[in-house]
Nanobody, 115 residues
Framework: QVQVMEYGGGLVQAGGSLRLSCTAS????????MGWYRQAPGKQRELVAM???????NYADSLKGRFTISGDISKRTVYLQMNSLKPEDTAVYYC?????????WGQGTQVTVSS
C-alpha cells in the first residue's frame, strides 16, 4: 500500500510564494512518478507538474516559469515551489503517486491567493 500526504497550503497574497510538500509512505518502490494536480471550484482537476523516479519533469504549459517541482521519490518527498502567485491559482492542490497499476491521491491542501 502507498499513501501520500500533502503539506504547506495556506493563504498568500498575489505575487507571493508558497511551497508545498508531499510525502509518500508504504511500498514506494511501486511508484514511478509523483506530482501535483489542482482543482479550482467548478473546474476539473488539472495537471500542475509531475516528476519521475529518474528526475524527468512535466509541467502544465501555463505554469512553466512560475512553478517548479523538485524532490526525490526514493527519499519519499517531492516539493512544489509556487512563485508569483495569482488569484487564479486558488485551488485545492492534490499530490498524486503514479504506480504501475494505479494512482494514489492525497487528501488535498487548500491554496488561496488573495488579490
Amino acid at each position: 500500500q502507498v499513501q501520500v500526504m500533502e503539506y504547506g497550503g495556506g493563504l498568500v497574497q498575489a505575487g507571493g510564494s508558497l511551497r508545498l510538500s508531499c510525502t509518500a509512505s508504504g511500498h514506494i518502490l511501486t511508484i514511478n512518478a509523483m506530482g501535483w494536480y489542482r482543482q479550482a471550484p467548478g473546474k476539473q482537476r488539472e495537471l500542475v507538474a509531475m516528476i519521475t523516479t529518474s528526475g524527468n519533469t512535466n509541467y502544465a504549459d501555463s505554469l512553466k516559469g512560475r512553478f517548479t517541482i523538485s524532490g526525490d521519490i526514493s527519499k519519499r518527498t517531492v516539493y512544489l515551489q509556487m512563485n508569483s502567485l495569482k488569484p487564479e491559482d486558488t485551488a485545492v492542490y492534490y499530490c498524486k503517486a503514479r504506480k504501475f497499476v494505479n494512482d494514489v491521491w492525497g487528501q488535498g491542501t487548500q491554496v488561496t491567493v488573495s488579490s
